[in-house]
């Protein structure tokens, strides 16, 4: 069935770049999110990429999406202390109704 | 536009009780889809309601059931509550025909189960 792995913890300081990466197992998924969660908040849609893309920037953010090892990441450039927060990777489940999430990576951002 | 809107926004019940949580889709989407987020836990799906019926449902026990109103509107009712059903449950709209891409999400209903 649907997987989707990712690292627990990263820690970074203030002005550096964070990467946080995924691995996901349904190869049909079309799209592929990172979705970003603050304390006692929801989850908020940072971004996502097609999956015939090999990258997409927004911003601060780059997505990379490598098809044929099923490896996603996210890199926040200049990473700032409001980007201390949680951090999801998800994929579509085959329907392409329920989103399959991963536990989360907790970015910590330091001073 | 509020966006999504889910109450209560925190609650504690005893084992065995049952409990309703309410949510209120974005303005302009029809389809609710509901997930349970335990603590260190990614968000898993329950199941998704369109048209008042539900369409497709994750790997959870009967205990677990919900209904959509005319309103779009939807509940998530839970039976026999264990002390495992304590979680974050969380609430997301879209528009039927619509990828993931335009889901929005609600703040969610903290459950307690004592």
């Known amino acids: 069935g649907e997987d989707v792995e990712q690292s627990l913890f990263l820690s970074v300081r203030e002005g550096d770049s964070s990467v946080i990466n995924c691995t996901y197992t349904?190869?049909?998924?079309?799209?592929l999110y990172w979705y970003k969660q603050e304390p006692g908040a929801g989850l908020q849609l940072l971004t996502y990429i097609f999956s015939n893309m090999d990258m997409k920037q927004d911003q601060r953010l780059t997505v990379l999406l490598n098809k044929k090892d099923k490896h996603l990441s996210l890199r926040i450039a200049d990473t700032q202390t409001g980007d201390s927060a949680i951090y999801f990777c998800?994929?579509?489940?085959?329907?392409?109704?329920?989103?399959?999430f991963g536990k989360g990576t907790t970015l910590s951002v330091s001073s | 536009d509020a966006g999504v809107t889910q109450s209560p926004t925190h609650l504690i019940k005893t084992r065995g009780q049952q409990v309703t949580l309410r949510c209120s889709p974005k303005s302009g989407h029809d389809t609710v889809s509901w997930y349970q987020q335990a603590l260190g836990q990614g968000p898993q799906f329950i199941f998704q309601y369109y048209e008042e019926e539900e369409r497709q449902r994750g790997n959870f026990p009967d205990r677990f059931s919900g209904h959509q109103f005319p309103n779009y509107s939807s509940e998530l009712n839970v039976n026999a509550l264990l002390l495992g059903d304590s979680a974050l449950y969380l609430c997301?709209?879209?528009?039927?025909?619509?990828?993931?891409?335009?889901?929005?999400f609600g703040q969610g209903t903290r459950l307690t189960v004592v």
């Open positions: 349904d190869s049909s998924s079309t799209y």
């Open positions: 998800a994929e579509s489940d085959q329907a392409g109704t329920a989103l399959i």
């Open positions: 997301a709209s879209s528009r039927r025909g619509q990828t993931n891409t335009e889901a929005f």
